[in-house]
């Protein structure tokens, strides 16, 4: 091998004295300077210097202790390592110095110092020729035993680690492709050692010395390594730790680079995520940033901020089901089964789910609807999505939005910020793993608004179908496609709801049930949960009919059925006291306690414990008593309607239809009205509106009392109930009048009559809004005859047929209508006029 033809360092070096270790040929290692002379070499040569000559300065163990380092030079070593400074970083916390990432290329002897200040500067003889490393040649004879020994040595050592460790993986495939002359340097600098016998390592000039003196350095590590997996059970994560690795190394000809354990792994797992990105089927635009972003993230130091930003971005794009969607299940028939299975009534929502699932065997591309389920709580709108989905066969996610009220929990944040994150919709797909779900927005209507934005408006996106087949997250910054997803909102009322959000849905209403209705989900769903939850069966507890509506009537008064289930269930957890004291005293006794039963039934006549109970336990009106307490609920329709100035409205709020009282009553004064009860804007336009159509029609109807202005002389106080309660609207109209017309004539309203609808200054009755919910309310309250605005005639047929059944209605167009239906034989008149036509 002619030196002639090999590499070369350069014959003189300027030395660079370290106190953190030994450099060997092979390895890379990391040197911090801060002394004069270091420093000096660094700002002079490396920073300065231009050429790639320039970069290779010798490296020569300082055994001085570095805390009693002076200017004056200290005994040098013979031999050192020239290195290639690949890296120089500069800081000035604590003190200035610099940080060099060296790797060591060959061996030198020192032959003469030609400079000491301002840095060393030397006459260097190279040692090991370069190369010897990239020839091959086999050694004979001894040299050849001893390298195939410290190669087994080493297989061994390897193999003692975890192989799916990706640097240990990629140490043994370096074993098989490095060269046997180059593995003393490499495994020294790798494994434990101390840094005299490293020096002895680098001393060892000659090959065979250099195989004797790190093969003994093996073996110990090896033997430490099975007294290791004797002593302890060691966890995977701890395998890779047992080698100190520090740094890999680079072969002048022959790249060799072992980084740090995390550098190394995370190299592999760049190769995984590589092919994860190629595997998860994105459109091409998405696939073309997940590549962009993977090149950058090779690219990108581990310490870097950003390389973490990346990689969880490289992985949530890689999570997301970008073309993986469930089948369908598109039977219509076992579809009306299972829909009638869960939920008794609601057939308006029902007959849409199976409109859809018809589509859908029709035209197999069809978008998801975005659907919205408006009614009063506790009616069932969030487990009828649920229904939904397990009718369909597809992926269910619930997305609560009460009280969100920042953009970025639908839209997601930029990735510039610290802690940045997808939104909702993009980590409910994730979760999901598929690209249909159902997903159910709860509570769409309690949406907030605040500096971070409006929610309602970043939903626009979301809930458009000629959008969201390119909705576009903050955080991915890619396009997604939302077309598939069948969306269905719940909410309270429309009232608080956005009208351009409003808009981009399909409404359906979900009334609140019939009394009939909520006897029949009670024995079919809530009585049978609650007996499963509270351990019982049918045969210890039986809930009769009668006994359900007496709690329907006398201890909820709802839309819903929530209050009911909870009262269900202070029933099961009553009865499961009286079961379990059963069990406890009839128990079987052994023996042994059969000789103290006589004293055990007088001690239980006295403390009062009675026999096990008759199974099964039937609840009477009496029980219900006992453990409800007394109705919270009275029938007091009747008894406060025993004076002029009172009548029945009909209201509606969220939690379904109320009926509402409203009292008047007058006194000497200046012809003022009061209002109380905390009314809006609207309702007190309305009574307004009604006593001036009571004072231009008071000659007509009779209600003078001798002069031409009823409220000359009087002041009119107007009141509803429950103060508390906040009212508004203009469906009370019609109640104001029919309260001051009872008021001013001395007549009784009918205790069996609700009323509801607008008025105008002419006395016209206009139509109004949420008649179902009102009239279900009146029917709960037992009232007989209920007074609507003609135009609301159509509405009734959302009315269940036994509920019109047992209601007299009145459509009124005009207010002479209203009043001949309020008041046992009309109410008289004294001239008659042409009738006023509503021609709205």
């Known amino acids: ?254 790249q060799f680079s072992l980084d740090e354990e995390g550098e190394d792994e995370d190299g592999d797992d760049t190769a995984v995520l590589e092919k994860k990105v190629k595997a998860a089927a994105m459109p091409e635009a998405a696939l073309r940033v997940c590549l962009k972003e ?106 609560a939005l009460g009280g969100v009220c920042d953009q970025s929990d639908i839209r997601g944040h930029r990735r510039t910020y610290v802690g940045s994150m997808p939104g909702r919709i993009i980590n409910g797909l994730k979760t999901v793993g598929v690209n249909n779900p159902v997903f159910l927005l709860d509570e769409v209507d309690k949406l907030g608004k605040s500096l971070q934005g409006d929610p309602a408006a970043a939903l626009l996106e979301v809930l458009d179908p000629e959008q969201n087949h390119s909705f576009t997250d903050h955080y991915l910054n890619v396009p997604f496609d939302l077309s598939q997803v069948l969306f269905i909102a719940t909410a309270n009322t429309t009232a608080t709801i956005p009208p351009a959000l409003l808009d981009r849905m399909e409404v359906l209403q979900v009334p609140g049930y019939t009394q009939e209705e909520k006897v029949e989900i009670a024995h079919r769903h809530l009585i049978p949960h609650q007996l499963e939850q509270h351990g019982l069966t049918p045969q210890q507890l039986q809930i009769p009919q009668d006994t359900t509506k007496d709690i329907i009537s006398k201890y909820t008064r709802e839309a819903g059925v929530r209050s009911l289930e909870r009262k269900i269930g202070a029933i099961c957890r009553a009865v499961a006291v009286k079961v379990a004291e059963g069990h406890k005293v009839s128990r079987a006794e052994s023996p042994a306690e059969q000789h103290a039963e006589q004293n055990t039934e007088n001690k239980e006549e006295g403390s009062g414990i009675t026999a096990p109970p008759e199974m099964p336990i039937v609840i009477d009106p009496i029980a219900l008593k006992d453990i409800l307490g007394p109705p919270v609920f009275e029938m007091e329709v009747s008894e406060r309607l025993t004076l002029p100035g009172v009548a029945i409205g009909l209201a509606w709020t969220p939690m379904g239809g109320e009926i509402m009282f409203v009292e008047a009553s007058r006194m000497e004064g200046e012809g003022q009205l009061t209002l109380t009860g905390q009314l809006g804007d609207v309702m007190k336009e309305s009574a307004h509106l009604a006593i001036s159509w009571l004072r231009s029609n008071a000659k007509t109807y009779l209600l003078t009392n001798g002069s031409a202005d009823p409220l000359e002389g009087t002041d009119i106080h107007l009141h509803f109930p429950a103060g508390a309660v906040t009212k508004d609207g203009p469906s009370a109209g019609v109640t104001i009048v029919t309260c001051l017309a009872s008021l001013l004539s001395g007549r009784l309203v009918r205790s069996d009559v609700a009323m509801t609808g607008e008025i105008t200054l002419r006395g016209l009755v206009l139509p109004v809004g949420g008649i179902k919910d009102k009239v279900l309310a009146a029917h709960r309250a037992s009232l007989k005859r209920v007074i609507i605005p003609k135009r609301n005639e159509k509405d009734l047929e959302e009315i269940p047929p036994h509920v019109r059944a047992d209601l007299d209605f009145v459509f009124a167009s005009t207010l002479d209508e209203v009043l001949n239906a309020a008041f046992d034989g009309g109410f008289p008149m004294a001239v008659s006029h042409p009738q006023v036509v509503s021609k709205l």
């Open 1 to 254: 091998m002619s030196s002639n033809s090999g590499i070369q360092i350069p014959s003189r070096l300027p030395l660079l004295c370290t106190h953190d270790g030994v450099l060997l040929p092979g390895s890379t290692m990391r040197i911090s300077v801060d002394t004069a002379r270091n420093m000096q070499l660094v700002k002079s040569r490396l920073l300065k210097g231009t050429s790639l000559k320039s970069t290779i300065i010798g490296v020569i163990p300082n055994t001085r202790d570095p805390e009693h380092d002076s200017d004056e030079l200290p005994s040098l070593h013979s031999i050192g390592t020239a290195g290639l400074a690949v890296q120089v970083v500069g800081s000035n916390w604590p003190k200035p110095h610099y940080t060099l990432l060296i790797t060591g290329l060959c061996r030198f002897r020192m032959t003469k110092l030609l400079r000491e200040k301002p840095f060393l500067v030397a006459e260097v003889e190279q040692l090991d020729k370069l190369e010897q490393y990239t020839e091959g040649d086999q050694a004979d004879g001894e040299l050849g035993e001893l390298s195939q020994r410290f190669y087994q040595a080493a297989v061994q050592l390897v193999g003692m680690l975890d192989m799916s460790v990706p640097v240990v993986a990629k140490l043994r495939r370096l074993l098989d492709s490095l060269p046997k002359e180059t593995l003393p340097d490499v495994l020294a600098s790798m494994i434990r050692t101390s840094n005299k016998e490293k020096l002895q390592v680098l001393d060892a000039v000659d090959l065979e010395e250099r195989f004797k003196k790190a093969l003994p350095l093996l073996t110990r590590q090896i033997e430490g390594l099975k007294l290791l997996q004797k002593t302890r059970k060691l966890r995977p994560d701890d395998d890779k730790r047992v080698l100190a690795i520090r740094k890999g190394g680079v072969f002048p000809g022959r």
């Open 294 to 399: 993977l090149k950058r993230l090779k690219k990108m130091p581990e310490s870097m901020p950003e390389y973490a930003l990346t990689r969880n971005y490289l992985e949530m794009m890689v999570e997301l089901p970008w073309s993986k969607s469930s089948k369908d299940c598109l039977d219509i028939r076992a579809a009306r089964v299972l829909l009638d299975n869960d939920h008794y009534a609601m057939e308006k929502l029902k007959r849409r789910v199976l409109e859809y699932l018809a589509v859908r065997q029709l035209k197999s591309t069809l978008k998801g609807p975005i659907l919205c389920f408006v009614g009063p709580p506790g009616v069932g709108k969030t487990s009828v999505g649920r229904s939904i989905a397990r009718t369909l066969g597809r992926e269910f996610h619930r997305i």
